[in-house]
Every structure is written in structure tokens, then in C-alpha cells.
């Protein structure tokens, strides 16, 4: 399979110097030239989650040097559980993305990406430097993906104070080959700084710099996985397609449901949650679109004002009048994510995080709409993570899973930095 960009005027590539270029040299996004087509039987016999994943991603690997390693690359990548869990409320299900080291779905991109990257690279001795700004989770999953893999540095940068308490603390505990630099400023200066490091060509030769952001096509791809898993027990069991909704920032979780509904697994539709930020919602209301800046919310890890990948759901669907009537939006405020968090535990018990509960109250608009077909909203991190946000909400403490204990554990720490593109060069920059 060859890979091509969004914009059409970058040679078609392989999937190993697609994953390691990130952006294209148009500045487009890299997308598969074609798409493989299953039919549900073909996964016949298959359940586990390395399993499925080697199967529906061996297509785009067909022809690559990674190709052999594809096995092996799934079972190092999809070493934790993604369960479908049933609600108390009927035809309603959660997909748990959360059962990673870091306790968000990120945990499974980062760890594929690393996995990939590290053996396209192993004949290179230079080591690389990942560059990654982070509004949370990327960072601590790319941090614990890539902590002590030779060859490699992480340098997160995160907006100092506009984390939640424990996502911060797990940014610091990797020490080793992993800085976290707590920057004076928000997320968009943090990216701001990323982008310009990475566009100085003097710093990049004498200092390999890369990205692991949610462009990469080694954090896309294995995304599809899990919802084939799901929407394949939900198949077997009940014989009909499942409906999801997923919380969206980035689009990059969203857009693996939507590459594998087109593979063929069975998906029926699909919503996207998002907060306060509408760039999508205003979109899909009709308006053109418009990417802004952020505004910040309790789902930290969506604030997005222009979401990174809008090119590739264009690519998918050229047609404006079309991508709306594909999907559904729904905005959800900070008011509203409170009111969910709090009623869905008094209810029924159950907890969720603040990004989940957006698609929990999208669900929730959906029923009062006399939605009867089984959906399933995609739980992106676990609530222990957002301790400060939602155990006032409950009024009781969230039991915090292991991983993430061993993690919170640990002492932490990171070093400040202003936002100021030269100090940043000077900090990667060797000493003479
Ligand atoms: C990153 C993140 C999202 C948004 O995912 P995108 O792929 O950027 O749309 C949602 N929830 C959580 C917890 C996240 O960390």
C-alpha cells in the first residue's frame, strides 16, 4: 500500500517513510491511496484485540519493510484490554479506551508509533528527539510509550497549571531520556514552539527532531482496532451494527471509527461529542469552516479549535453537503458535562471523565430523541486522572487503577520554561 497527501502534490510513499515523515512535504496529511474491504466473517475465529488489530492493519502494511514485524508490532502496542461494557440503561454500551499505562486511549496510538518507529530507525545510531506539546494526555502516553527505549529523547512541553494535578505529575515521573518542561504559557503557545522548532532546519541538523502529534499515521492506524473489536462482538452477539459515539478534539480517535466503518466492520453511525469548542458543531450546523483558538474547558484534552485532522475527513468525503449528513455534532458545555457527571453517578454508580461525559450527554440527547438502536460511547480516559474535577461532582473518592497508582507513586518533576522560542533552542541545543 502506498500512502498520499491530503493536498495531492507530494509523491506517493511507503508506510514506514510516511510514519517517519509525519507531515508531507506539500504540508498536507498522509492517507492510505486506497482503502481494504472486509466482510465481518473474515475475522472469524478472531477475538483478541493483536489479533484482529494484525489482521485489519496488514493491508496497509502489504509491501512495507514493516510488513513481518506487523504481529509482533500489535502484540507490543495492544498489551491492555479494550472492553465493551454493558450500561444499567438499555442498548447502551461504553468502550473503555482506558486500560493503558497513562489511563487514556492515547496509550494505544503512542505505543504503536513507537513500536513502528523504533524499528524503521534500527540501523540509525543518531538518536532522535521527539518534540511533543501536550493540553494532558499525549504527552504522559508518549512519555511512557518511549521511556528508556534506546536511541530516543521525549521533550514534552505543557502548559504550566492548565493540567489537571495528576495528568501533570505523571508528565514528570519518566526522568531518564524524557524532559517535561512546564511552560509559562498556554497550549497553543506550547504547539506554537513545537511547530517552529521543527520548521528551523539549523537546529534540525545538529539536533534529528521529530513529532509524535496526532497527525501520525503510527497513532491513527491503530486506533481502527478497537472499534473493529467492539463492533465485532457486538456483531456476533446480537447480529447488528453497532452506533458510537466518540469525544473529539483532534478528530484523530473519530476519524479511526470512521476509516474502519469504510474497511467494512460493522458500524452503523457515528456521532462525534466535542465541548465548548464548536469549530465541528458550527460546521456541521452548516456554517463554513472556520478553525479559531481554543477556549479552555474541563475536557482539557479537547480543547481544539482546529482540528488537526479536518483534512483528512475532507479527503474522505469532498463533498461538504455529504460529511454533514455523515455525522452528527453535538457541543456540549462545562454545565452540562458537570450535570452528567453527577447525575450518572447518582443514577446508576457509574463514573466517567469529563472528555467521556460529553459523549455520555450526546448519547443522553439522543434517547430523549427516541433513539432506540445500540450505541456505544468510547470512554477516552479514565476518571482517576480527572480526580480534582470529578470527585466533587460524586462526593466520593475515585478508586485509582493500578498502573496509574504506580505512576502517581513516583516523585515527580519538570523544569520550567518560558514561551520563548530561544530559550527552547537553547535547552535542545548540545553544549559546545
Ligand atoms: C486526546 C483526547 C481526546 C480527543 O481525541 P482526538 O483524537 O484528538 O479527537 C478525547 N479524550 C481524551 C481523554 C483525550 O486524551
Given at each position: 500500500m502506498k500512502f498520499v497527501s491530503t493536498r495531492g502534490a507530494a509523491p506517493a510513499i511507503g508506510l514506514s517513510a510516511a510514519i517517519a515523515a509525519g507531515l508531507a512535504p506539500d504540508g498536507g496529511l498522509y492517507v492510505p491511496e486506497s482503502l481494504p474491504r472486509f466482510a465481518p466473517r473474515e475475522f472469524d475465529g478472531r477475538n483478541d484485540l493483536p489479533v484482529i488489530a494484525a489482521k485489519l492493519l496488514a493491508p496497509f502494511f502489504?509491501?512495507?519493510?514493516l510488513a513481518a514485524d506487523l504481529p509482533a508490532i500489535c502484540a507490543e502496542s495492544f498489551a491492555f484490554p479494550a472492553p465493551l461494557r454493558e450500561l444499567a440503561t438499555p442498548q447502551d454500551f461504553v468502550l473503555e479506551l482506558f486500560h493503558g499505562p497513562t489511563a487514556a486511549f492515547k496509550d494505544f496510538g503512542a505505543r504503536f508509533l513507537v513500536a513502528c518507529l523504533h524499528r524503521i530507525r534500527r540501523e540509525t545510531t543518531q538518536p532522535l528527539t521527539i518534540l511533543v506539546a501536550t493540553s494532558g494526555d499525549t504527552g504522559a502516553a508518549v512519555a511512557a510509550a518511549f521511556h528508556r527505549v534506546q536511541r530516543f529523547r521525549v521533550v514534552i512541553l505543557y502548559p504550566d497549571g492548565r493540567v489537571s494535578p495528576r495528568q501533570a505529575h505523571q508528565l514528570g515521573v519518566f526522568g531518564d531520556n524524557v524532559r517535561a518542561l512546564r511552560v509559562a504559557g498556554a497550549f497553543d503557545d506550547c504547539q506554537h514552539l513545537v511547530k517552529r522548532a521543527l520548521a528551523d532546519p539549523a537546529l534540525r541538523s545538529q539536533v534529528p527532531l521529530s513529532s509524535a502529534n496526532s497527525i501520525s499515521l503510527g497513532r491513527l492506524l491503530p486506533q481502527m482496532a478497537c472499534y473493529a473489536q467492539a463492533s465485532l462482538a457486538h456483531w456476533r452477539a446480537q447480529n447488528t451494527h453497532l452506533n458510537f459515539v466518540v469525544p473529539t478534539g483532534n478528530l484523530g480517535n473519530a476519524l479511526a471509527c470512521i476509516l474502519a466503518r469504510t474497511c467494512g466492520l460493522p458500524i452503523g453511525r457515528i456521532a462525534l461529542a466535542t465541548n465548548s469548542n464548536r469549530t465541528l458543531a458550527d460546521f456541521f450546523a452548516g456554517a463554513d469552516y472556520a478553525p479559531r483558538a481554543s477556549v479552555a474547558t474541563l475536557a482539557n484534552a479537547m480543547d481544539v479549535g482546529a482540528p488537526s485532522n479536518f483534512e483528512r475527513l475532507h479527503w474522505l468525503y469532498p463533498n461538504a453537503a455529504q460529511l454533514r449528513g455523515e455525522f452528527e455534532v453535538h457541543a456540549v458545555d462545562d454545565a452540562a458535562i458537570r450535570a452528567t457527571i453527577h447525575k450518572r453517578h447518582a443514577c446508576h454508580g457509574d463514573v466517567f471523565c469529563p472528555h467521556t461525559s460529553t459523549a455520555i450527554r450526546t448519547l443522553e440527547n439522543l434517547r430523549e430523541r427516541g433513539e432506540s438502536e445500540p450505541w456505544a460511547v468510547v470512554a477516552t480516559a479514565h476518571p482517576a486522572k480527572f480526580d480534582s474535577i470529578v470527585e466533587p461532582l460524586i462526593g466520593a473518592p475515585v478508586p485509582v487503577p493500578p498502573a496509574l497508582a504506580e505512576l502517581l507513586a513516583r516523585p515527580s518533576s519538570a523544569e520550567p520554561l518560558d514561551a520563548n522560542y530561544a530559550a527552547l533552542r537553547r535547552l535542545l541545543t548540545p553544549r559546545a
Open positions: 502489504a509491501g512495507d519493510a
